[in-house]
């Protein structure tokens, strides 16, 4: 059974992807999460609070909610780097083009977040890129001529810049043009072409 604390946060979770962290009341939070206002403020003292909690979460669970879906059963670790945009294309099309990163998301809605809440931003796109980093890694002489915490970022610049174009013209076709790109670049580095 899922505790009282557990339904809020997750309710935050899909509220602030869904509407945004400003846009999402407590009387939102609370309303579809079933709860009252005591049990929010006991363990959430304040609506930063369970920001906080959330990006906690996001960090906490990028193996299994993101990483471990998107790698099963691909051994390739160029592949699974491929795999898991591929799993952000998922999100995409099943959400006619209104999926949008929630780290990338609340980043850039904040525009001056508090230090805690851009520390968890910051902690969040690291975890994001170290996991692809260690995948580069992972692929060894294949990628030689790569920097391997450079191309983690650039392709987590590719995939944020790609979804926000995908969501604003509520098409698929940048985002598959954006990766088709960096499948280019992938194969041209394997190549020693870069």
Known sequence: ????????????????AEKGYQSTSVADILGAADANAGSLYHAFPTKQDVLIAVLEAYRDGIGPMLLEPAWGGIDDPVEQIFALLAAYRRALVETDCQYGCPIGSLALELHEPDPPVRALL?????????????????????????????????????????????RTHRSIAPYDSCVASLRDYFQRLEEGKS
């Open 1 to 16: 059974m899922t505790s009282t604390r557990d339904r809020i946060l997750f309710t935050a979770m899909r509220l602030f």
């Open 122 to 166: 910051a902690v969040n796109f690291d975890g994001w890129t170290a996991a692809v980093r260690d995948r580069v890694e992972a692929v060894g002489e294949r990628l030689a001529a790569a920097d391997p915490a450079q191309l983690a970022t650039f392709v987590l610049t590719v995939m944020e810049g790609a979804v926000m174009q995908a």
